[in-house]
């Protein structure tokens, strides 16, 4: 069955360090990747996608995620954590002929002043 | 959350009754979703619209309902056979359906999200 994995429940990075959020995928083929953020009690934002193309993909709000086949990753990066980005982070896929938006748990992001 | 709106944003229901979520998105978008969230569970999937007048069912359909008879209102009625109704339901559009390697474009498929109904079941 495809499943999209966080393996970290919740990450603390402080301000002004990079951070990274884990996604890994399970699929053959080409997958269709995206990341979203959800601040405390709203809807999710989308933040970027990989389709095809340039493994290193460039988002909102600074962040990138970079695509390694051989790993079946997709990690969410960003240079240099601000306090705002305390948020909770969703992977998902689409892939091959599924026609359902596959969802990772969740990860919680806690920037440190 | 622009241009998808849900209503209300919080919502109390008696046991036994049904009530009707709102959402209404003006992005002309084709496709309509709504999902389920709980506390560790991540999203789960109720029911998705490619088209007026058509829908399909997702993971969780059992208790609940949709109708789409404009493209830009999917409301969602929870009725009293959903045991455990309490939770955060988001809806959700994009501009395309799912990709299939027959339709797949590469753009258009991410979805957009409204802010959100909190519903309670006192």
């Known amino acids: 069955a495809q499943s999209v994995a966080q393996p970290e429940d919740q990450v603390n990075v402080a301000e002004g360090n990079p951070l990274t959020v884990k996604c890994t995928y399970s699929?053959?083929?080409?997958?269709?990747l995206f990341w979203y953020v959800q601040y405390p009690n709203r809807g999710l934002q989308f933040l970027l996608k990989?389709?095809?193309?340039d493994n290193l993909v460039k988002g909102s709000y600074g962040f990138e995620a970079e695509f390694n086949k051989s790993q079946t990753s997709f990690h969410l990066k960003k240079p240099s954590a601000l306090v705002s980005d305390s948020a909770l982070y969703f992977c998902?896929?689409?892939?091959?002929?599924?026609?359902?938006?596959?969802w990772g748990l969740g990860t919680s992001l806690a920037v440190n002043p | 959350d622009g241009g998808i709106t849900q209503s209300p944003k919080y919502l109390f229901r008696k046991e036994g009754q049904n009530v009707t979520l709102s959402c209404e998105q003006n992005?002309?978008?084709?496709?309509m979703y709504w999902y389920r969230q709980d506390p560790g569970q991540g999203l789960r999937l109720i029911y998705y619209?490619?088209?007026?007048?058509?829908?399909q069912k997702g993971d969780i359909a059992e208790g609940y309902s949709v109708s789409r008879e404009k493209k830009e209102s999917f409301p969602l009625t929870v009725t009293s056979a959903q045991k455990n109704p309490t939770a955060f339901y988001l809806c959700?559009?994009?501009?395309?359906?799912?990709?299939?390697?027959?339709?797949?474009?590469?753009?258009?498929?991410?979805?957009?999200f409204g802010p959100g109904t909190r519903l309670t079941v006192l």
């Open positions: 619209s490619q088209i007026v007048n058509d829908f």
């Open positions: 992005l002309n978008h084709d496709a």
């Open positions: 998902a896929e689409y892939a091959g002929n599924n026609r359902k938006l596959i």
């Open positions: 699929v053959s083929g080409n997958p269709y």
């Open positions: 959700a559009s994009s501009m395309r359906g799912p990709p299939t390697g027959a339709t797949a474009s590469g753009s258009g498929h991410e979805q957009f």
């Open positions: 990989y389709i095809t193309g």
